[in-house]
């Protein structure tokens, strides 16, 4: 499998999981290839969709607010999927 193919399929994981989830802005991270189990890693950020009500409750606007960080493994053979984990960022020194 080519890195793009599994960025794509990461992504679409990404979408089915949370397809009952307000998400958006998907967006590439990290991708890593672990050799000694024949996987990609590639870690996958997404917003969350909250609204925001203004001062008058006509004007409901979009606010993403929190991101996510979602680690997704696959097979490199195939493709298939085989786990998906929480990826936390710390702050930079």
């Known amino acids: 499998m080519e ?8 992504k679409q ?10 998400i ?8 890593d290839f ?9 870690t996958v950020g ?3 969709r909250a609204t925001k009500r203004l001062e008058f ?5 979009p606010d993403w607010t929190k991101r996510s960080y979602k680690v997704v493994r696959l097979k490199d053979e195939d493709g298939e999927f ?3 984990r929480d ?7």
């Open 46 to 48: 997404f917003a969350h």
């Open 24 to 31: 958006g802005q998907i967006r590439l991270e990290e991708i």
């Open 87 to 93: 990826r936390f960022l710390t702050p930079a020194p």
């Open 3 to 10: 890195r793009i193919e599994a960025v794509r399929s990461a």
């Open 13 to 22: 994981v990404i979408k089915e999981v949370f397809a009952d989830e307000r």
């Open 82 to 84: 085989v786990g998906m």
């Open 34 to 42: 672990d050799a000694d189990r024949d996987e990609w890693l590639i």
């Open 57 to 61: 409750p006509a004007e409901v606007q």
